[in-house]
Nanobody, 120 residues
Framework: QVQLEESGGGLVQAGGSLRLSCAPI????????MAWYRQAPGKQRELVAT???????NYADSVKGRFTISRDNAKSTVYLRMDSLKPEDTAVYYC??????????????WGQGTQVTVSS
């Protein structure tokens, strides 16, 4: 069984920066697409950014130009660099990954979530 371990959340002032990290723990064959989602209080979970195993990235319009998703395939780690943070970026951020298991079965996994709070 694979678990996704996240780190890097915290409290930051508006205009500041944070970097989130996420890596799987456990046995697997290969990681396909990785992504970050977020959920603000009282709102639905929304997609923030995705990145393929080839490095192609896509972003929600609300974060384009401010957030950068990247991955280190050697470390099986995905990052989310968040710059020019705004109070409306406050949310729990979740890592998501589609991972091929040892038998080449594809499953979707979620991290436990990390809180990002941006003060005005």
């Amino acid at each position: 069984q694979v678990q996704l371990e996240e780190s890097g959340g915290g409290l930051v002032q508006a205009g500041g920066s944070l970097r989130l990290s996420c890596a799987p723990i456990g046995s697997f064959f290969e990681i396909d697409t990785m992504a970050w989602y977020r959920q603000a209080p009282g709102k639905q979970r929304e997609l923030v950014a995705t990145i393929t195993n080839g490095g192609a990235a896509n972003y929600a319009d609300s974060v384009k130009g401010r957030f950068t998703i990247s991955r280190d395939n050697a470390k099986s780690t995905v990052y989310l660099r968040m710059d020019s943070l705004k109070p409306e970026d406050t949310a729990v951020y979740y890592c998501n990954a589609n991972i091929y298991g040892p038998g080449y079965e594809l499953d979707e996994y979620w991290g436990q979530g990390t809180q990002v709070t941006v003060s005005s």
